[in-house]
DNA sequence: GGACGGACTGGAAGCGCTCCCAGTTTCAGG
DNA sequence: CCTGAAACTGGGAGCGCTTCCAGTCCGTCC
């Protein structure tokens, strides 16, 4: 009997010597370099097959300095952001857009400071081939681990301040726009707003989406909340602007989350949606279907978001120089708003 | 000048070398292993720092065959599971329990072929050092993966057939039990259950609980519709329920979703909830508080699951042998039951 | 004072792979 | 039949780290 033992997982060694070539060679073949010819290329081939042989990756990152592996870093340290399906999601679509590459996908939440030192490790040892990173606040120390990093960094979502290089973000300034316009060509003229923190630019981002609206219809955009993105945060906001402006007649809410909690103090106020007030929100997740009414919302495609973001990262390992990508909202019309101008 | 070439990071060489010790002495110092003089381990520690040495990690796993890596497998092919923010939770108390820790989180979808034959490669080439494997259906393949993995596995939940011999799960038998018990305290007599898929373990034990609470009431438990756990099989069930026994004057859904789904149906029949008909969902998602009434469900800690199947992998991989951990749930009362017997 | 044991040390051998490069073979063209 | 270029091959030097082990140094005890 010659069969391998047991006990040791084959190497390029073994292959080699049963295929009856060099290691190098049988490096080439199983890399597909050029510089092997056909008969040599099949023996390591079958080789391989019968040997049942896999590279190993630390020996292979070790000689080639690159790992396999992709980051997602999540700058949060609030449990809550991951109460919401948003990031299960754009992981499915991270995920999805892996599975034909040889590449992993190692998660970091940065959001504590023992999760950015964390990172930080990853980064620095070279962990990792490449980082996406998301949801990034506006004066994030984050900002400058990416700006140091060797590695290149796609961003979900833009930063506050500055441009970086490669990201993928969300049409929002247009969705909220959408949106707004939605409650306008409903009737409603006394159209308040529940933003999220103006520290996130995808807050900012939606806030000004419905200032423009507001500008363009020659309303007032002045009956204004700032939240949470939680649903607590917009119930609370809701009772605000409530006991602030009781004349108001629709609300722009920028997460359905907070759209969730304002639907709630309406109807604890007596107000009926969306007979007294309408009610649209941002994000259509699951919540946006299970509220009473269904929620009018806007669509974003987050799993795309996810993919797309690794798509870009991969053509960025691979030498291309992509441009960034905004990805498009739509307006899904459901039970919070009245379709016809009743007035 | 002789500082050290800026365009290569430091080598244990570099540390020797500065702290005047060879290379085997700083590696010893470094990683905390005897035989290493105070002064000498002082003077490597000075030079680690002054160089701002991180060693590196492909080197060290080539090594040590440790890689410092744990996988979580999530076995499913539906999107829909990453819909709600279940999975979100899991990962959010996995990425907890690994902060203070220097392994990094892999995450595998394995549901459709594609991600098995990834995670086979990852367990095969040893590119992690134990698995955390989640939501295996009852004739899953990747039931025999793990049994041949050479890496320590950790179950979440349990699969239908076999016990392993490491798992983290929750009581839900206990749970179902308690929702159930609940219901029949309110009064309630021709209670009927969603179910979710019973290839799942977590589906048949719930679907147990409201078994064994109906016999001990000596109730009858044949009021059964199967479903998937979402909110549209949710609803599809509570229709079909509500044709074959119209009658019915409570439901026990399985997850917040399905409950979710019924509450719609139910109020599209114009049966009050929970005047007409009380509900009691699983999980305590956010959706839970979304509803309309607010769902009284059975609270599962889904972080603390995430911890606990880490640190049970962490202790296993420590040399530890833990036994297995059931986690408790409690019964959430909402507005969807009656508090008390009003017969 | 010499021998012995224990504490340290550092040279060197890998871990498994890639890739450079020198050497060999092949073959077309003259 | 010879020459030179092209195609292919395989030896070997790393990548950066851990760890075995033989050796050195010291203090101590008889």
Redesign the interface.
Known sequence: MDTAPPDR?PTLDDVAERAGVSRSVASRAINNVGNVSAPKRAAVQRAVRELGY??????R??ATNR?G?VVLAVATDQ?GI????F???V??GI??AL??TDF??????AG?P??RA?LQ??V????ADGIMLMNLHGDDPLTKLAEQATVPVVYGGRPLRGEPRWYVDTDNRGGARLATEHLVEAGHRRIATITGPLSLEVAEARYRGFRDAMAVAELPAGRVEHADFS?AGGAAAMTRLLQAYPDLDAVFAASD?MA?GAL?VL?AHGRAVPGDVGVVGFDDL??A????PQLTTVHQPV?ALGAEMTRMLLSVLDGARPTPLILPTRLVVRGSTRTTDRR
């Open positions: 997982s896999i590279p190993n990756p630390s020996a990152a070790l790992i592996a449990p991951f109460a919401d399906a990031f299960a999601q992981i499915y995920s999805v599975e034909p992993t996908l190692t998660l970091v939440l504590r023992e999760g964390k490790q990853i620095r040892s070279r962990r649903e989350n969730a709630r109807r699951q919540t279907q299970h509220t009473d799993p």
